[in-house]
């Protein structure tokens, strides 16, 4: 096992400049996801770390040991692809065993670790077939299976479920969790998909355009979004974002957004200052008419058993609300919402930055 460290990390593709100075503390033992758009530099920096792309600049250590210029081989790591590449004429016990014979481990040894490996990932009982009778999920265990056996100092892992279809994914998800609850093997995995992000990591890192938008606990980075970027990234609905300006006429700074008012304190921004509201869909709360911060037509339900998604409409504004499943939702109704004023989040138009400001209590979420 071991602690990974990135110090001022660069990456240049000619003139491209892909990773831009990434500083990141991969503590032993612990599961970090990277994710980001596509194009974000996820892959590359992975690869940086894995020794199969070359290093631009700053310094690479793990365990304390500076690894620039050490081959792939010398890292000790084991990698997990998208596109995992078994030998088809090998049983499943041999495409998992082959790294093992190839440093000339015993056969009974190798058979040893092979079983173990195929206990943890269940998938005993397909060990004499051959790639080609397995499934797409199948396949991808074994794939993990080799990386097992090796017992590495690390894992690394680039976007290795996005072939799967969906419920395969969520069941390898799981599985993978629970392999690193069980091995406790650093672990970085990349990933486009934030809900996998989130589920996954003890630490995740949030990418864009080769830069660190934001790191820390999955539940943090949600609760308290640094930018509007990773407000809107992360959560599913994603957060809804009303336009405002903040208007101070009155001495008592007010956010207004179509004929709706939100006061605020903290507010040091000019009179007319554009500010953009943000709200996850399951901090709405509805509510009557009289206590609503506002109201908005029903556009679209979309009811799934254990809650419903409302499509809103606020003006031009599309907001979406995850309400409790009520069959008396009706396309076309006016909704009145309300929300708890420390689950409102405001962001600078212009910047996205998040701003330190604060909603005044709200009648109906005192
Ligand atoms: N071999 C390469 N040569 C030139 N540009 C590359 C190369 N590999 C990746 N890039 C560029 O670097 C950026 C980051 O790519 P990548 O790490 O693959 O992104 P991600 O994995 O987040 O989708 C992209 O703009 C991509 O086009
Ligand atoms: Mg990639």
Known sequence: ????????????????????GIDLSIEDGSFVTFVGPSGCGKSTLLRMVAGLEEISGGKLKIDGRV????????????????????YPHMSIAENIGFGLKMRGVAKAEISR???????????????????????GGQRQRVAMGRAIVRRPQVYLFDEPLSNLDAKLRVDMRTQIKRLHTLLK??????????????????????????????????????????????????????????????????GRPELRFGEFILPVTGATALNGAKIDIGIRPEHLIPCTQEDALFSARTDVLEPLGSDTHAICLLGDTEITARLAPDPSYQPGQILHFTADADKIHFFDTKSGDRLDISAMPLVAAV
Do not use: C, W
């Open 113 to 135: 670790q092979v079983q173990e490996a195929a206990d943890i990932l269940q998938i005993t009982p397909l060990l004499e077939r051959k790639p080609g009778q397995l499934s």
């Open 67 to 86: 690894v620039n210029d050490l081959e792939p081989r010398e890292r000790d790591i084991a990698m997990v692809f998208q596109d995992y590449a078994l």
């Open 185 to 250: 093997t650093t672990t970085i995995y990349v990933t486009h998909d934030q809900v996998e992000a989130m589920t996954l990591a003890d630490h995740i890192v949030i990418l864009k355009d080769g830069v660190i938008m934001q790191q820390g606990k999955p539940v943090s980075v949600y609760e308290r979004p640094i930018s509007r970027f990773v407000g809107e990234f992360i959560g599913s609905p994603k957060m809804n974002i009303i336009e405002s300006h903040l208007v101070t006429d009155a």
């Open 1 to 20: 096992m071991a602690s990974i460290e990135l110090e001022k990390l660069i990456k240049n593709y000619g003139a491209f400049r892909a990773i831009k």
